[in-house]
């Protein structure tokens, strides 16, 4: 049995500011609560094949996993497994345009935890819904409140500025 929870909302901003922040991972400590550290193993740019350390502090305990990017469509999806560890998860970012030109962003993250951490799942389904719908208005609150964004070269890149 696995946990799969789906979490969307509408970030007044357009695809290409949205999705360049949200998929840079040097930025998830500012919008993912749980985050508490990042570093590469590989070189950036972000690609399928790279592999992220992520710190995290969830549900009273800390873990440390390596995301593996398995799909990356710039501005459109990005797909990331563990490459390790006792509990294996994937999280998928998908970034649409609504019609009034702004981002709908879903965050799809699974789980298949194993050993006692099955007993929890119930729990852990509810804590994922609700601290990834808390990133996304986090993440929401950023992009929207004068941040300016600006791009990289190629506009694949965006960096949040002061």
């Known amino acids: 049995m696995i946990v799969d929870v789906s979490t969307s909302i509408v970030i007044h901003r357009p695809r290409p500011d ?14 993912c ?3 508490t550290g990042v570093r590469w193993l590989t070189e950036p740019p972000l690609g399928v094949g790279s592999a992220i350390r992520f710190t995290t502090r ?13 799909d990356y469509a710039l501005a459109e999806r990005l797909v990331m497994r563990t490459a390790d560890g006792s509990f294996p998860m994937e999280t998928t970012y998908l970034w649409h ?9 879903t965050v799809r993250s699974r789980c298949a935890p194993a050993g006692v951490a099955k007993l929890a799942l119930p729990l852990i389904g509810i804590a994922t819904r609700v ?23 190629g506009g694949s890149e965006p960096l949040a500025a002061a």
Request: aromatic content about 12%.
């Open 18 to 31: 949205v999705a360049g922040y949200a998929a840079r991972p040097d930025n998830a400590p500012s919008w």
């Open 58 to 70: 969830w549900l009273g305990r800390r873990f440390d996993y390596v995301y593996e990017v398995v």
């Open 33 to 35: 609560a749980a985050v």
């Open 131 to 153: 601290a990834d719908r808390n990133d996304l208005v986090r993440l929401r609150r950023i992009l929207e409140q004068g941040i300016r964004v600006e791009r990289h070269e």
């Open 97 to 105: 345009d609504t019609p009034e030109g702004w981002t709908h962003m």
